[in-house]
């Protein structure tokens, strides 16, 4: 069984700030796939990152980033230069297999909600 | 590309009726999913597909709960008799295995009220 973790249920971060969302992990697979979804107040959720649990260099989409420390089972999201409109619930969530036939069923972490101030 | 559409966006409905919520995937992708999220357990898997097969209904919580997928380009969920703790957000996404990442798009959800 999978199981992600966030214990952050809130976040706060000054404009133009950069912020880490935290996320810990635990799974018994080998090979597993790590996502970052995101949910405005609007409801509908959006694909940030992604991050094999193979890859050697840490995942990088613009202004997110995923900070993978495998050993740690941890797998924060980095967003730098933040702006109002990061204003959001963010998930974090992972799949049994990255390298393999990975049918996305995604187990997802409770979420933190994240406030930017002008 | 118009993404993952779903309907009706909210339903309010009298518990005992029959509920039924649609999803179209976006062409070309082979896997879809049902989630549904409340305040108290969060996102839950319901049910997916591959290739328009259910491959895991583990998560639909009881026979009230009913989904298919007849062809690729369709899918429903049906709960019947809805009752009260079936409120929630339902929520379709599909996806297409590529670059070694099943990412997942969702659709903009289905919100269901249950009185």
């Known amino acids: 069984a999978q199981k992600i973790t966030q214990t952050q249920p809130g976040m706060f971060v000054q404009e133009k700030e950069a912020v880490t969302l935290d996320c810990t992990y635990d799974?018994?697979?080998?090979?597993?796939?790590l996502f970052w979804y995101k949910q405005p107040s609007s409801g509908e959720m959006i694909f940030l990152i992604y991050?094999?649990?193979?890859?050697?260099q840490n995942a990088t989409e613009g202004r997110y980033s995923l900070n993978f420390q495998k050993a740690r089972k941890s797998a924060n999201l980095v967003i730098s230069a933040s702006q109002l409109g990061d204003s959001a619930m963010y998930f974090c969530?992972?799949?049994?297999?990255?390298?393999?036939?990975?049918?996305?069923?995604?187990?997802f972490g409770q979420g933190t909600i994240l406030t930017v101030h002008p | 590309d118009a993404g993952v559409i779903q309907s009706p966006r909210h339903e309010v409905t009298e518990m005992g009726q029959e509920v039924t919520l649609r999803c179209k995937p976006i062409?070309?992708?082979?896997?879809l999913f049902w989630y549904r999220q409340t305040m108290m357990r969060g996102l839950e898997l319901l049910i997916y597909?591959?290739?328009?097969?259910?491959?895991?209904d583990s998560g639909m919580p009881e026979d009230r709960f009913s989904a298919k997928m007849p062809n690729a380009s369709f899918s429903t969920l049906k709960i019947q008799p809805s009752e009260p703790r079936d409120s929630a957000v339902y929520f379709c996404?599909?996806?297409?295995?590529?670059?070694?990442?099943?990412?997942?798009?969702f659709g903009a959800g289905s919100r269901l009220t249950v009185l």
């Open positions: 991050q094999g649990s193979y890859d050697e």
């Open positions: 996404a599909s996806s297409l295995y590529r670059s070694g990442a099943n990412v997942l798009t």
């Open positions: 799974t018994s697979d080998q090979s597993y796939g």
């Open positions: 969530a992972m799949t049994p297999s990255a390298g393999g036939t990975s049918y996305g069923k995604l187990t």
């Open positions: 597909f591959n290739n328009n097969v259910p491959i895991d």
């Open positions: 062409s070309g992708h082979n896997s």
